[in-house]
């Protein structure tokens, strides 16, 4: 399963794997390429603001995320889909 692919005009974003193992596509732009990476239970992610991203799990086990956001904005209309 995945989230959407998106990004935030007014926040960046830190997420903590509590639980399981996620992926995790991060892209600096449209034209910069697309960055996989894999974190394990505590590890961490900072998403910078205006930077594509799209959490998945490619397992059977859940996943659990800790999101803190900040910035100037952060309500949900400050995101962007693909």
Do not use: F
Not at 15 to 33: D, F, K, N, Y
């Amino acid at each position: 399963q995945s989230l959407s692919n998106q990004m935030h005009n007014h926040r960046s974003e830190y997420w903590l794997v509590s639980e399981g193992r996620a992926t995790i596509m991060t892209q600096a732009g449209e034209l910069a390429p697309c960055i996989e990476v894999t974190k394990d239970k505590h590890q961490d992610i900072k998403i910078p603001i205006t930077h594509w991203h799209r959490l998945s799990n490619t397992s059977d086990k859940p996943v659990r995320i800790i999101e803190i956001q900040y910035g100037d904005y952060c309500e949900e209309e400050d995101i962007v889909r693909k």
